[in-house]
């Protein structure tokens, strides 16, 4: 079964964040709430304060098939910040594991040369954070083992891409035709 993880940074966008979370767990796919900071206690964008599963620093990542980045803001500039989620990162993009970044969260992987020849969508203004994609204004985009999308609005795609990359399509678009999901 796939396990993934998803990382809360304060000022994390709460909709973005918590829509994977959902999704995932209609469909019974394990995934863990991280804390890049020393509390589980993480407060996002809009001040909802979320409890996480577990802390970042206390986290065994081997078993894991794929790490979220949400958006939001500060959130996204403190991911960019975390040196210790950064070297996380460069280790599931070396072995080609899944790596997802939703709004903002794109610019995390731009500036460590994981878009290079791929496409790959963000939030709009953070396109020259995109460094060697070939920008595409779509929902969600998967290119390889990375997949984007472009922020609260295309939370539902995003989540759905996701799960189909872990599951199959059938079941992602099983779960967005239960919560009444329409493009």
Known sequence: MSQVCI???P????????????????VNIPITMISITESLNVTGAHGITI?????MRTMDFSNTDMLVLPGGAPGTCNLNSCEPLKEILRDFYSK???I???????????????????????????????????YVS???????????????GTAIEFAGELIALLKDRAVSDAVKKEVIYSV
């Open 7 to 9: 990382f809360f940074a």
């Open 11 to 26: 000022g994390f966008e709460e909709i973005e964040a918590l829509t994977v979370v959902d999704l995932m767990r209609r």
């Open 51 to 55: 409890t996480a599963d577990s802390l």
């Open 96 to 98: 080609e594991k899944y």
């Open 100 to 134: 997802g970044a939703i709004c903002a969260a794109p610019m995390v992987l731009g500036h460590l040369g994981f878009l290079e020849n791929r496409k790959a969508t963000c939030y709009p203004g953070f396109e020259k954070d995109l460094i060697g994609a070939d």
């Open 138 to 152: 779509v929902p969600a985009v998967v290119d390889g083992h990375i997949i984007t999308s472009r922020g609260l």
